[in-house]
């Protein structure tokens, strides 16, 4: 596909990366000749230095025949102006980022009146990840499908867990329990696990089982966390505003943010009264221990700079704190493995696996079952994706002991009409069924591709 991305920030580069390995001809715009630079040396893309809501500058990068029109630069207004000039100017399918709260429910009315196909918001959709791990404080990071009917759980495996030496297929034999392990990440060796993997402490397992039926596998184990209570965030900024207002929404949450910047708390407490507001360094220790922080259930560090961030959370960890979180973007998954992080959440990357799980399901339109959600796991060497069965499917009502699937691939569920089905041998892939796979395979686009 023809891609044009604007913007080359934290989210547009981790997009030109993707999509430009993938395949698609990526032309980049940016205002920073040093960084279109860049981009041009180390991908393969072309790069065009300007403005992206130029007209003249959108042509000159083909966008009257561009497939897909990415504006991810750091303004909103100049994100929604350059999707309208390349829309009219004949861009089929267009996508903003808008973070500003002040948008957020004008966000309907700019997708249907300006013709956006997606409006993405990092921090608003990073903010959901992270209250879905404070309300599963197990999982270490959960991925969801299908309107949240399904969970994909991360979850690590201490050693004195009971699975500790225990065979996959054992499981349902002891506890009772169907779940079904996805991935096994052992070190920096990622499996997809058959029914005669034996688990090891220090393991790092995707499990995806109905939540009520994870709960009480946990409990069985012995190691279930109750939900969390007490809540501090470091960092009063828009991720922090929409997870703080998320958590005060549900209700049954005490909520503390630490802010440094005057002017922000204040505002903060116009917007969230029912949360507590602190004016001061969520960095320094004093101030932390005065606000409690050995009494908190949980601990989210989303400031600005990711080493803040990690060296909070492993100071909150050291005081007992059993559920923490850090916002990170620049860090590598396999530093955050080495130093043991709980869970890290990163927005760019949110965002990201949100554009491209449109851009597979565009590269594949009007043919074979296409892509609908999408999800990086294990820092980008797995991927989950949901998929839609459509009539061309070459695959319906064969049982799936009869299909050859590919090495490192397997189907984790089948939701039809709302229910979820944990597949045997004997169950079929039907028409209009969701089916969420997790392979180690690279772009894949069609369900058909997971076959041999």
Known sequence: MNIVIVGDGKVGATLVEHLSTEGHDV???????????????????MGICGNGANCEVQLEAGVQSADLFIAA???DELNI?????????????TIARVRNPDYLNQLPFFKD?????????????AANEIAKVLRFPNATNIETFYRGL???????????????NMQLTDIFNKFDIKILVCAVQRKNEVIIPRGDFILQAGDKIHVTAPRGVLVSFLKQLKIYKHRTRDIMIIGGGKMGYYLARQLCETGGYNVKIIENNLERCE??????PQADIIHGDGTDRSILMEQGLEGQ???????TIDEENIISTMYASSLGVSKTVAKVNRVSYEVLESIGMDSAISSKAIAANRILAYARALENSGEESSVQTLYKLVGGQVEALEFKIESDFSQIDVPLRDLRLKHDTLIACIIRNHKVIYPGGNDCIELNDRVVIVTKSNHISSINEIFE
Not at 27 to 45: A, G, H, L
Request: aromatic content about 2%; hydrophobic content about 50%; proline content about 3%.
């Open 27 to 45: 032309v980049v715009i940016d205002r920073d000749q040093k960084i279109v630079e860049q981009m041009v040396n180390s991908f393969d893309v």
């Open 113 to 125: 009146a300006l013709g956006l196909s997606m409006i993405v918001n990092p921090e608003l959709d």
């Open 267 to 272: 505002k903060l407490c116009e917007l969230l």
């Open 73 to 75: 630069t750091s303004s």
């Open 297 to 303: 259930d949980a601990f989210v560090a989303l400031t």
């Open 150 to 164: 399904v969970d994909l759980v991360e979850l690590k495996i201490d050693s004195g867990n009971p699975l500790c």
């Open 81 to 93: 102006l350059s999707c309208l000039m390349a829309k009219k100017a004949g861009a089929a399918h």
